[in-house]
């Protein structure tokens, strides 16, 4: 009689214990990525409820009496009784075991889910190489309340297959597939989805309208709202983001806005690039464009004795902030569009490296006093590093906007992590950072026909009888500290002189 063999198959028994493993491994990597994010008011008071809840049930025992009147022949009032007379630590021990499981589940599931959803999507699309693998999904990253990033083990999979199946992928995880892009390791590519996308383009006229006030101008239209800034109330800015992004661009739709909300506005612009993004600007009576290094510094020089001077108005009358009518002052905006070429010039360059040094001191100067003397910094930049805007300038510049950034590093140092880096590849797309908030939006782009045309308008106001500035423009202007300035920059050529 042969021996009948075991139905048990040990085998999958383990390899069911080790899936179970990973899906609280898992659950728990989710978890506490999601309890580091900001979580709704209402969420962080369920939690904290809970918590109490079972401080206070295990002095009561209250889920025991409450099992043991469901199921009484399981939960015998016995048992209830006999569990009661054990120590107070164990009991909250056992519930908070218990609470904290259910923390990993609920904030964990959601995020596997998706893992899984995501690959019965490359299943259904085909996406399997040569030998039936398909690919795995590693990372569900949540980007915002709209955006992931998924990270995916190819398996051997080409990129290029991903992009093609990308209509069966949106269809089957009902979300917008934005783009697949290869990580720095080939085997793995990242693809971002969306359930509620932002505009490729936002033109510069449709959401004017909403910065309306002196001081305004928008920053970009994201989901379901148009974000404005005020340009007193920042009062710098750092502009940043990769070649062909839309910083300049952006650059010069803040400006043109500003100069539409605020008549006595005056810009001085420092565009290195041979002046051709600020170009439509030049023939303005209240702005000031320059291209060269030497004149860079000058007008530089112009803005720290202007801002001096209003200092000691300031004294004079007691007050702690310039008022634009009563002391017959306007406000001033300073723009460097590509900060590299003027704080960090290269070898090539005939610009001498103290001169350089000089014009990082004088912005440093200018961005840690300028506030209560009505003059704005804006500064932007491709070559993101503390070469190109140091740590000091970068201390008192509160309003960041970064556009998609080639490194970590670099979006890291700009807003103060990854999001630049995982942004789509779209011109325009940017994050703004003001005080604490972080926003993804779409910036408004004003096309160089558009600018001038707006400029008509904005110069056909001083052709009026009714004068809009208070004071002549910095460049016109001779100021006490000049001559002592040119003086002191004549010893230190002299002294750089003896030196070669």
Not at 135 to 163: A, N, Q, W, Y
Not at 339 to 348: D, G, I, T
Request: proline share 4%; with cysteine; charged share 25%.
């Amino acid at each position: 009689m042969s021996k009948k063999k075991s139905d048990f198959d040990f085998h999958a028994f383990m390899v069911g214990i080790w899936d179970f493993l990973k899906f609280l491994g898992n659950c728990l990597c989710f978890s506490i990525r999601a309890l580091n994010e900001p979580i709704k008011k209402t969420t962080k008071i369920n939690l904290v409820l809970a918590f109490v809840l079972i401080f206070v049930w295990s002095f009561t025992n209250t889920h025991l009496w409450l099992l043991n009147w469901k199921w009484p022949e399981l939960v015998t009032t016995q048992f209830v009784y006999n569990v009661g007379m054990t120590n107070w630590w164990m009991r909250f021990g056992f519930l908070l075991f218990w609470y904290l499981l259910g923390l990993i589940v609920l904030f964990g599931l959601p995020s596997i889910r998706k893992m899984r959803s995501i690959e019965k999507a490359f299943k259904k699309a085909g996406l399997k190489n040569a030998i039936g693998e398909y690919p795995v999904v590693k990372d569900v990253v949540r980007l915002s309340p709209f955006r992931e990033r998924i990270e995916i083990d190819t398996m051997g999979v080409p990129k290029d297959t991903f992009e093609e199946k990308r209509g069966h992928i949106r269809a089957c995880v009902n979300s917008q597939v934005e783009g697949v892009f290869e990580q720095d390791e080939p085997k793995y590519v990242d693809l971002y989805l969306s359930k509620k996308p932002l505009p490729t383009k936002v033109s510069y006229s449709s959401v004017c309208g909403n910065a309306n006030k002196p001081g305004d101008f928008v920053v970009g239209s994201t989901h379901g709202k148009v974000i404005t800034q005020n340009l007193f109330e920042l009062p710098h800015m750092l502009v940043a983001g990769s070649t062909g992004m839309g910083k300049s661009y952006f650059i010069r739709q803040m400006v043109l806005n500003l100069l539409e909300n605020t008549p006595n506005l005056h810009v001085y612009a420092i565009d290195l690039k041979e002046g051709i993004s600020m170009r439509p600007f030049k023939d303005l009576p209240n702005t000031v464009v320059v291209k060269e290094l030497p004149e860079a510094y000058a007008l530089l020089k112009k803005i720290r004795a202007e801002m001096k001077s209003r200092f000691k108005i300031l004294e004079e009358n007691e007050a702690e902030v310039i008022d634009f009518k009563k002391h017959k002052k306007d406000p001033i905006l300073l723009v460097v569009d590509e900060c590299s070429l003027l704080y960090a010039p290269s070898k090539v360059s005939d610009f001498k490296k103290e001169e350089a040094d000089k014009a990082v001191g004088v912005t440093d100067e200018i961005a840690k006093l300028s506030r209560a003397a009505g003059i704005h910094l804006i500064l932007g930049t491709q070559k993101i590093s503390k070469e190109t805007v140091s740590t000091h300038i970068q201390e008192n510049i509160e309003g960041r906007v970064c556009f998609k950034v080639a490194s970590v590093q670099g979006s890291a140092i700009v807003i103060g992590n990854k999001k630049a880096k995982d942004l789509p590849t779209v011109r325009g797309r940017a994050i703004s950072k003001f005080s604490v908030d972080l926003d993804e939006v779409q910036t408004p782009l004003a096309e160089t026909e558009v600018i001038k045309s707006r400029l008509k308008t904005v110069a056909g106001r001083f052709k009026g009888e009714d004068k809009l500035t208070r004071q002549d423009l910095v460049t016109q202007t001779e100021y006490e500290t000049d001559e002592q300035e040119n003086s002191i920059d004549k010893e230190s050529d002299k002294s750089g002189g003896k030196g070669e």
